[in-house]
């Protein structure tokens, strides 16, 4: 039963590093210099349309899970695969009312 446990976890993993992979190089192929986020909590955000979670040191202490920002994006290492941002500025109302229209057509 262990064995399982370990090679179930392993396959796992692999399967994580591999979407995070995929997500890095659709950035990069898109050419992508800022990306729009949804803060989850203090200084993690996940990234709209696509399922990567990222840690943002740079991020105002006093947000909220459930705000939306827009983040520069600085370093990205298809190898470890890695992904650093920076926090650019909090979207407010409008700025979602545009991304929903554009989203509709």
Not at 33 to 56: C, F, G, Y
């Amino acid at each position: 039963m262990r064995d399982f446990e370990l090679t179930y976890a392993a396959y796992a993993d692999f399967q994580r590093q591999m979407e995070r992979y995929w997500c890095l190089r659709w950035i990069q192929q898109n050419g992508l210099s800022e990306i729009e986020a949804t803060v989850r909590r203090e200084q993690s955000v996940k990234l709209d349309h696509l399922p990567l979670l990222l840690r943002v040191p740079s991020l105002p202490t006093d947000l909220v899970a459930g705000q939306r920002v827009r983040l520069a994006i600085e370093n990205l290492d298809l190898l470890a695969p890695e992904v650093s941002c920076r926090f650019v500025s909090l979207l407010g109302e409008g700025d979602l009312a545009e991304a929903t229209e554009d989203e509709e057509q």
